[in-house]
């Protein structure tokens, strides 16, 4: 019996030893996955050829002649191939093993580049196929051909027949998909639609059989968040109302502006979430600037109110402490509690990250274990084993695409009964990527910005032009001049750090052959150019300092904080800035090589300007040529729409980027669905998934493709402990 374990060698065993060492196919599931990287279609004959094409044809060997090479050592085999009415050259030149076969009436077809020389067209060294007398070339059927990767020391044709075997003896192979399923939708079987990919009659086929594998992978994906949403849906947690005259109601009569309707409407949804004995699980998807915080705040409070806790988890130092510092200027009193003078139906917001002082650290862990501090804010060292809360009822995620579900269900754990969940992104993501990242979180948008919110202006400056550079430098002066603070963002830290980054940025483009496309350039550092402006003459006088990943947490938080107070003119920084951070005083910024960034990055980063009343001004600047970073930058000035930008972003990147880490690299990882463009497949996934789980939470019935889902969980947490 042959199936999917079975070794190669008991099927094709000639060729198996070479396609074991050369592309590591040992079994046959191994070739059976080994796709082929196109399809070509066979020339009936030989009319219309075209130098450099690749052509596979069925032609007769009219004659074939070997003899010495007149310059060289050794022996050519000139064939001359027909189909009737005209003629081409096929030449060998090592003939051993081919004057046997390729002898006058001999029938085959030949696959290969077509050269041309003088007024004869030839192919050398062609991959053939010596048919039985009289065929009229392959079945009938097969008018397609399927071209695979080169594997050393073997032909085309030999993977081909290799199949071929292996089809013929194929008896059955896993097929994750419930039969009713594929019925129902129409789609063939995984056999069918193995066969349909390696041996395809026609396009309609091969069509047919992709659209099997891609809704095979989005099955898997979206079953495994079915499941999630299943076994959320059973838990059972404390319902957390906030109480008359609390902490949120104070807090509510102080809030120094108006809510928006969005805000008000998201705030409602949450209150009656977090009223439910099963927990909250929502996204909340809103543009920077757009008022997420103060939306989790009130939830926080609500939570205290109820007499839980509630944690927020943030994905730099920079921004939890940031966080911690505007939480609790906007509590003022509210944020006493306990202390003198603190109001007492107060609470703590304590602080909590992995490079504080030993002491600092001892307290914000006794403040959460004692339920003292009714909110922590914090790194990831609140996922720590040696974090534990006194009662932790509400779980905030803030810019979630930093962190995984993992992290999330760690911090999850340490409630005493599951806490509810609020996930925030300012990413704007495509409705299916959502669907699949986030595919076990109810989801709000927050669409419009809070009133008085300034546009942002954005323009590509050519960073060698002397002129436009000086001129950049005195605007930011004016803006200095009118009262206000501008970022520089550079891709590299420089100085000792030299080559460190605190993001990677992108790598230096390169063409289809892996040439790069344009001479490597030393890339702007945060050292290098705050060298430059102190020397620059339109910014003397001006507070100058630096930010980055490297610098010690207390250095960080105190440049942070100068910044924030105004005393500080220009900051000269890496992308730390990018996520979070809130300076409605700044009004410009200026990313250097902003070629190197992501188009998405780059509308983050921008968004940390123009959020006070005054309009914001991005300046990007780039000595590339490149073409395609050049539209990529004026997209990203051309438009303030996040929606598109993140469209365009997830075009250009690879899939597996899309998901984040857990997908990348693993063998498992998507080799057919495409999320941006099968949305029309993901959404019917996403549909019988549901309806599978519903009938058969455990797939109890679905053996193969409950152990597809495991295999992806598995994936998932094992790329999750990779990244610690
Ligand atoms: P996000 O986290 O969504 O990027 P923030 O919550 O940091 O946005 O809000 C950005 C700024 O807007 C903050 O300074 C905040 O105080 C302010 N803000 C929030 N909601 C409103 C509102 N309804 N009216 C005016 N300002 C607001
Ligand atoms: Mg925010």
Redesign the pocket.
Known sequence: MVDESTNLRSVVSSAAPKLAAGRDLHTVGDLLRFWPRRYTSFDADLTSLHEGEYVVVVADVRDAVTRPMRNRRGRILTATITDGTNDMEVTFFKPYGHEGRLVPGARAIFAGKVGRYGRTWQLTHPDYQILPPDSDGLDARRRLLPIYLQVPKVQNWTVIDSLNLVFDQLDSVVDVVPADLAAARGLPSRLEALRGIHQPSGWPEVERARKRLRYEEALVLQTVLAQRRHRQAQEKTLARRPREGGLLAAFDARLP????AG?REVGEVLAEEMARDTPMHRLLL??????????ALRAMLAAVDAGGQAALLAPTEVLAAQHHR?ITA?LGDLAEGGMLGGSDIGTRVTLLTGSQSTAARKQALLDAASGDAGIVVGTHALIQQNVSFFDLALVVV?EQHRFGVEQRDALREKGNQPPHVLV?T?TPIPRTVAMTVFGDLETST?SEL????SPIATHVVPGDNARWVERTWERIAEEVRAGRQAYVVCPRIGGDDKGVEDEPFLPQEVDEEGNPVEAPRELASVYAVEATLRETPALAGLTIEVLHGRMPPEAKDAVMARFNRGEVDLLVSTTVIEV?V?V?NATVMVVMDADRFGVSQLHQLR?RVG?GQHAGLCLLFTSTDAESALVRLQAVAGTTDGFELARLDLEQRREGDVLGARQSGGRNSLEWLSILRDEALVDQAREDATALVAADPELAAHPDLAAAVAEQVDEQQAAFLERG
């Open positions: 502006f108006e809510l928006t805000q809103g543009e920077v600037g757009s008022g997420k915080t103060v939306i505007s906007m803030d925030m300012a927050l809070p009133r008085g919110r979070g809130d409605p968004g959020r």
